[in-house]
C-alpha cells in the first residue's frame, strides 16, 4: 500500500538551532515527493519538491531536503531555526505518471520553537 | 496570480443543513483538488477535476456530497444533511497538467457542524 510516515509528530527546538523532519514513503515507483508548511488555521504552503535528478533540494524560507532512494526517504532541514518556523508540517508524495496526481500524506510533524 | 481563493473562510452550521463552498483556482490552472483535513491529521482526497470533468471521487465522498466544476473554471463543493463529522478544514488546490504537486493550495473553509 502506499503510505508516508512522519515519525515524529511533535518536536520542540530552540531558535537558532539546527532541525531535521523524517520523512519516510511506501510505493510501487520512485513517486514525486513534497513538503508542506502550515500555519495554524492556514491552508497548505509549498516549501520544496523533487521530481528528479540532484537529490538534495532548495526550497523557500532556507530549508533543504535531501531524497535518498535506499532509504526511502525525503528529510527537511534547516541549518538555523527562526521561531517564526513554528508550524505543522506535512511530508506528501504523488505518483510521477497517471491522471490523478492526488497528493499522498503523512500525518505531520507539528514544531514548536523555543525562544 | 491571485492565488487560488476559497469562500467562505469559515462556516458555522446546524447539523441537517446544506452548506456550499466556493474555489476559484488559478486561472491557467486545469487541474483542480478537493482535500479534507480534520484536526491532527494530513489532508485527505475527496476529488479531482480536470478541466470540467470530475475524473475522480474518493470512497470518503458519501452521497451527501457533491462537487461541480462548471465551465472548467471555480468549482463548488455542496454537502447535504451536515453531520456532527462533516466538520474539518475543506481544502482546494490547483495544478497545471504538466507537473504533479507543485499544488497551489487556498486557505481553506473551516465547517463547524453544531
Known amino acids: 500500500a502506499q503510505s508516508v510516515t512522519q515519525p515524529d509528530i511533535h518536536i520542540t527546538v530552540s531558535e537558532g538551532a539546527s532541525l531535521e523532519l523524517r520523512c519516510n514513503y511506501s510505493?510501487?515507483?520512485?513517486?514525486?515527493l513534497f513538503w508542506y508548511v502550515q500555519s495554524p488555521g492556514q491552508g497548505l504552503q509549498l516549501l520544496l519538491k523533487y521530481f528528479s535528478g540532484d537529490t538534495l533540494v532548495q526550497g523557500i524560507k532556507g530549508f533543504e531536503a535531501e531524497f535518498k532512494r535506499s532509504q526511502s526517504s525525503f528529510n527537511l532541514r534547516k541549518p538555523s531555526v527562526h521561531w517564526s518556523d513554528a508550524a505543522e508540517y506535512f511530508c506528501?508524495?504523488?505518483?510521477?505518471?497517471?491522471?490523478?496526481?492526488?497528493?499522498?500524506w503523512g500525518l505531520g510533524t507539528s514544531l514548536a520553537v523555543n525562544p | 496570480d491571485t492565488g487560488v481563493s476559497q469562500n467562505p473562510r469559515h462556516k458555522i452550521t446546524k447539523r441537517g443543513q446544506n452548506v456550499t463552498f466556493r474555489c476559484d483556482p488559478i486561472?491557467?490552472?486545469?487541474?483542480l483538488y478537493w482535500y479534507r483535513q480534520t484536526l491532527g491529521q494530513g489532508p485527505e482526497f475527496l476529488t479531482y477535476?480536470?478541466?470540467?470533468?470530475?475524473?475522480?471521487k474518493s470512497r470518503l465522498l458519501s452521497d451527501r456530497f457533491s462537487a461541480e466544476r462548471p465551465k472548467g473554471s471555480f468549482s463548488t463543493l455542496e454537502i447535504q444533511r451536515t453531520e456532527q463529522g462533516d466538520s474539518a478544514m475543506y481544502l482546494c488546490?490547483?495544478?497545471?497538467?504538466?507537473?504533479?504537486?507543485?499544488?497551489?493550495f487556498g486557505s481553506g473553509t473551516r465547517l463547524t457542524v453544531v
Open positions: 506528501a508524495v504523488a505518483p510521477p505518471a497517471g491522471n490523478n496526481r492526488k497528493l499522498i
Open positions: 477535476f480536470q478541466n470540467e470533468a470530475q475524473l475522480e
Open positions: 510505493y510501487g515507483a520512485t513517486p514525486y
Open positions: 486561472s491557467e490552472h486545469n487541474r
Open positions: 488546490a490547483s495544478s497545471r497538467d504538466d507537473r504533479a504537486g507543485g499544488y497551489t
